[in-house]
């Protein structure tokens, strides 16, 4: 079986092919280009002789989309393959081809094309920013230019699993609360719309004043019936004018992110992540010989908040006029005493990158038992704010029955 892929200028769409090579043997594959009659091109350049080409239909391909995980499983695949002794080509091509996303398949194969014309591998990652930041092409670049890319693949490929786990982890501590909060809300919202008008003509027979709860409630129902379209376009509206100024307003970002940091238990689990960011970055891309000063520069955009990216870029300022890491990091008011004094250690011993590692393995773990701790905090709370709601909504419809109990 062979696979290839070409690359033209224009738009390009997934091919599968089947033929015979020079000896006549059936041969198969995958190919990326504008059209049938270049994979028909193409495949006659490398000597086959198409019997079947087929166009892959993009329905559902073209809603495949590279996340970081995909970056981070292809990393440890690419340094798994090259520690093993497979050619750096042949080791695109391989997890290339064999990948299920249809997007991070043509980037793959893009970049193999880019290595087949001599490009070097930092060189072919720099060409797709949106994936591969200047922290992983300049560990790239790095390894290459000291020979020695296979330990700085995988230095990467486990940098790309320890941010990610960090990321699941505080996604892990946000995801349900906010579920169940959403779905105490649509639970609120059907009993309002649909149970509560019930109770309601039912009241109406009485002929007796309501409870001043149970009169609050039914006019929140009716308003809910009446115009609550016009509260929901109103929300989705306020979300929507937030979620584009978040995108374009750096002050706003710096302003949401340094509140999250002050909410209770969760802003010190959110802190704890960008240390350990922070640490974890500072180790592999001082391991792999960058520059101090030019290191804590790709540090301060994989901390994950603007706090302490514009802090760590006012440290790089300082160690650029030879202030010690120690000295620049203390005059933040940040980092915890014991972070600086790992640093201060490892600059004295030379080790720098040895002690950051030990931070962000030992903050990592932090991080993990603040989630689980927050998620066996998080589970009583919830289920107690749920039953308010709704406990609150069935309440109200039974005071007006239990008042008409005690008066009989």
């Known amino acids: 079986m062979a696979d290839s892929t070409a690359t033209i200028a224009g738009k390009q769409y997934p091919f599968t092919w089947e033929g015979k090579d020079a000896k006549g043997t059936s041969v198969k594959g995958k190919l990326v280009a504008t059209s049938e009659a270049a994979v028909r091109a193409s495949l006659r350049r490398q000597g086959l002789v ?30 798994t393959m090259m520690s093993s ?15 299920d996303n249809q997007a991070m398949q043509r980037l793959l194969l893009a970049i193999k094309q880019d290595l087949e014309g001599g490009v070097t591998l930092a060189d072919a990652l720099s060409k797709h920013p949106v994936y591969f930041d200047d922290l992983y092409v300049n560990l790239v670049q790095a390894g290459e230019q000291a020979g020695a890319l296979e330990t700085l693949l995988d230095k990467i490929a486990t940098y790309k699993e320890k941010t990610e ?13 906010i579920a169940v909060v959403v779905v105490a809300i649509i639970v609120s919202i059907i009993l309002l719309i649909y149970v509560i008008p019930t109770f309601e ?13 149970t009169r609050m409630v039914i006019d929140l129902s009716v308003f809910v019936r009446t115009k609550g379209w ?15 100024t978040y995108k374009r307003s750096r002050k706003l970002r ?12 969760l802003g010190a ?24 000063v030019e290191a804590l520069e790709s540090v301060a955009g994989a901390t994950g908040n603007i706090v302490y990216e514009d802090a760590v870029l006012a440290m790089r300022d300082e160690v650029s006029t030879g202030q010690r890491l120690q000295r620049a990091m203390e005059a933040t008011d940040l980092f915890p005493n014991m972070v600086i004094q790992m640093v201060a250690v490892g600059e004295e011993a030379g080790s720098l990158d040895e002690m950051t590692a030990k931070v962000a393995d030992f903050y990592e773990r932090d991080v993990d038992d603040a989630v689980d701790n927050l998620s066996s905090l998080m589970e009583p709370l919830i289920m107690a704010v749920l039953g308010i709601l709704v406990g609150s909504l069935v309440v109200a419809m039974y005071l007006p029955i239990f008042k008409m109990g005690s008066v009989i």
């Open 254 to 265: 710096t302003f949401m992110d340094r509140m999250t940091l002050k909410i209770p238990v």
């Open 269 to 292: 689990i959110l802190r704890k992540a960008a240390i350990a960011r922070f640490a974890r970055t500072l180790s592999t891309m001082f391991a792999a010989g960058v520059p101090l």
């Open 201 to 213: 003509s039912i009241f109406k027979d009485f002929g007796a004043d309501l409870p001043a709860f």
């Open 85 to 99: 002794g497979i050619p750096l080509v042949q080791a695109f091509e391989i997890v290339g081809s064999g990948h």
């Open 230 to 244: 016009m509260l929901l376009l109103g929300i989705g509206a306020a979300v929507g004018a937030f979620g584009y």
């Open 165 to 177: 786990a960090i990321k699941k982890k505080i996604k892990k501590a946000l995801t349900y609360p």
């Open 50 to 79: 198409p019997t079947r080409i087929r166009k892959q239909s993009t329905l559902f391909a073209a809603r495949d989309k590279i996340t970081t995980e995909d970056i981070a499983i292809f990393s440890r695949q690419l340094a």
